[in-house]
């Protein structure tokens, strides 16, 4: 994979931060030591107020330092959204300083959990969904939505409703004697 984020080129699509960005330029340019570089110039695929303007670049002889990656294939996305739909798993416990790290590691199957597991207290009403979770949930959903519309080739709302589809599938099958407990808040 390391491989392939060296070898990247204009048009080419990064994931960073669960945002799906786009290459628009790659410069070449020679270090102090006279060895060469290059910097690759991005910016979001899927812009609103927020971003609409923002542009980023980094040298690509530091790419290994960050999690930035490539989209997931079909398969693997396919895969996520099959587990959205079953109905037992290992939950991921909130703690906000705990999720907020275990996003930011920019996995697939990571954001994946976590959304499984904030959608399911959000749709138990005898859980308080505090705005911490409110929030982080947003933050999760706005992730693995950009990434499902761009590797699925659907909109945003599109990819929003496949997802929260899949969610409901999972919460329907979830076990009878299921129970959200407690003392993980």
Partial sequence: MLDEILDLKK??????????HKIFKVDQVELE???????????PVYKNRRNETLR???PVSNIDKTTIRLP???TVLREELKFLRQGEYQ???????????????NEIHD?????KTLWEEKRDEERNFTISKRNTFQLVMNRFEQETAYVL??????AKELITT???VGWKRRPKDFKLNRAED
Avoid at 15 to 20: H, L, M, P, S
Avoid at 153 to 158: A, D, I, K
Wanted: charged share 25%; hydrophobic share 40%; no cysteine.
């Fill in 56 to 58: 980023l670049s980094i």
């Fill in 72 to 74: 997931v294939s079909k």
């Fill in 33 to 43: 030591d006279g060895k060469k570089d290059h910097i690759i110039h991005f910016q």
């Fill in 11 to 20: 048009g080419d699509v990064i994931v960073r931060f669960g945002t799906v």
């Fill in 166 to 168: 899949a969610l409901d």
């Fill in 111 to 115: 954001v994946t959990k976590v959304l």
């Fill in 153 to 158: 080739g659907l909109t945003l709302p599109e």
């Fill in 91 to 105: 939950r991921t416990p909130f703690n906000r300083i705990k999720v907020k790290r275990i996003i930011s590691t």
